[in-house]
C-alpha cells in the first residue's frame, strides 16, 4: 500500500507541473492490478483520465470514465459521470468570421536591405537590473483565496438543506438531514460535506443517496442530539469555508410520572453567512401539530401535512421555542390497571351490600 500511496502522490506532482505523460507512465502498469470496480482503482483511473484529457486523448478518457460507473465509492461514480457529461457534449464549429487572418507580405529587395542596414545601426539599449523577483505579498494570497472560497460557496449555494426532529418519549430524540440539490444533481458541495461527515465518524449515517442526500441518526437523549447539531454545523462551516456559530439546545423537562412536560429551545446564529441565492435552511418538527406550543422568531412555522416547517432566516439569530407533553405509557397503564382493580372492588363490595351474596350450591 506504501509503493500506491508514493506511486498517487508522484502521480498528482506531474498533473500539478502538467507532465501528463509521466503520469500515464506511472499508473497504467498500476491498472492490472485494481479492478475499476475496487476504490483504489478507481482513484487511479481518474488520475488518468486527467492526463488524458490534458493531452487531448478524449476518447480514451471516455472509455476509461464508462468503466468507472459501476465502482463502489458513491463519490467516484459521482466524478465518472460528470466527466463524461463534459467529454461527451458536442464540440461547435468556430464561425470563420472570430478570427483574422493575417496574409503573408513579401517585401522587395531594396526594402530587406535597407532594414537590414537600419538594424544594424540601432543601439543596444542596456536597462538597469531589476533585482530578484518577488513573490506575491500575503495580503493578496489572503484576498484571491477568499474569492475563490467565496465563488466556491456560492455556486454550491443552490441547495435546500432541512434539519428534521422528531421527539419520539421523553428526553429522546431523532435527528435526520435532507440535502437537495435544486438543479436536481448531485453538485460538489454535496460530496465534499458527505466526505467531511465521514471522517467525523457521525452517528448520522447516509440512508438513501439519489438525487436527494438523506441522513438520519438513531433515537438519542437531548444532551447527544445537541453536540449532533454542533458537529453538523461544523462540517458544513468546513466545507463552505465559512465561520458558522454553532447551535445551541437547551432543554427543561419536567416528569410527572404519568408523563413529561418537555421545553426545549433551539438557537441558530446564521448572521455570519451572506445571503446566496437558492440557498434554503429549514427546520421540519415530528409529531407536535398545534401551533400554539411554538415561540418562533424572527419566522412564524408553517403547519403542512401533519409536520411544522420552520424556515430559517440568514443574517439574523433565529429562536425556536417548543413545549410539549409525552405521556408515559407505563405509568398510564399501572394507573389504568390499579382503576380497574378498585373499581371491581367496589361493585363487589355494593352488591354484597344489596344482599347479594357469593354464589352456594343449593342445598
Request: charge should be positive; proline fraction near 6%; aromatic fraction near 6%.
Amino acid at each position: 500500500m506504501s509503493n500506491i500511496a508514493s506511486a498517487i502522490k508522484a502521480t498528482e506532482a506531474a498533473l500539478d507541473k502538467g507532465d501528463y505523460g509521466t503520469c500515464i507512465r506511472i499508473i497504467d502498469p498500476l491498472l492490472l492490478h485494481f479492478q475499476a470496480e475496487t476504490e483504489i482503482g478507481g482513484q487511479l483511473r481518474l488520475l488518468i483520465v486527467t492526463a488524458y484529457i490534458g493531452k487531448g486523448d478524449e476518447q480514451k478518457a471516455i472509455n476509461i470514465c464508462q468503466t468507472l460507473i459501476h465502482n463502489k465509492k458513491e463519490s467516484v461514480r459521482q466524478q465518472a459521470k460528470q466527466l463524461l457529461s463534459i467529454l461527451d457534449s458536442p464540440r461547435l464549429p468556430k464561425p470563420s468570421n472570430w478570427s483574422v487572418e493575417i496574409p503573408k507580405l513579401e517585401m522587395e529587395p531594396s526594402l530587406k536591405s535597407s532594414f537590414s542596414k537600419a538594424k544594424k545601426k540601432r543601439k543596444k539599449i542596456y536597462h538597469p537590473p531589476t533585482g530578484p523577483t518577488k513573490s506575491l505579498d500575503f495580503g493578496f494570497s489572503i484576498i484571491t483565496l477568499l474569492i475563490i472560497l467565496l465563488l466556491t460557496f456560492l455556486l454550491s449555494g443552490c441547495v435546500d438543506i432541512s434539519t428534521n426532529l422528531s421527539v419520539t418519549g421523553p428526553d429522546r430524540l431523532k435527528i435526520s438531514l435532507d440535502i437537495d440539490s435544486n438543479s436536481g444533481e448531485t453538485i460538489p458541495w454535496q460530496t465534499k460535506f458527505e466526505d467531511n461527515l465521514t471522517k467525523k465518524h457521525s452517528i448520522l449515517k447516509l440512508q438513501t443517496h439519489e438525487d436527494q442526500q438523506h441522513f438520519e441518526s438513531p433515537t438519542i437523549r437531548f444532551e447527544e442530539a445537541n453536540k449532533l447539531l454542533q458537529e453538523i454545523v461544523s462540517v458544513a462551516s468546513k466545507t463552505s469555508g465559512f465561520s458558522i456559530n454553532k447551535p445551541e439546545l437547551i432543554t427543561n423537562n419536567k416528569n410527572w410520572i404519568i408523563g413529561t412536560n418537555q421545553n426545549f429551545k433551539i438557537y441558530f446564529d446564521l448572521r455570519e453567512i451572506p445571503k446566496i441565492p437558492g440557498l434554503k435552511l429549514n427546520i421540519v418538527i415530528h409529531d407536535i401539530g398545534n401551533k400554539n406550543n411554538f415561540k418562533t422568531k424572527p419566522l412564524e412555522p408553517i403547519l403542512k401535512q401533519g409536520l411544522t416547517f420552520f424556515p430559517l432566516e440568514i443574517g439574523q439569530i433565529n429562536q425556536l421555542e417548543i413545549s410539549n407533553w409525552k405521556w408515559n405509557q407505563i405509568s398510564v397503564g399501572i394507573i389504568l390497571i390499579i382503576a380497574l382493580t378498585l373499581l371491581s372492588l367496589s361493585l363487589q363490595r355494593l352488591r354484597l351490600q344489596m344482599g347479594f351474596g357469593f354464589p352456594e350450591l343449593p342445598p
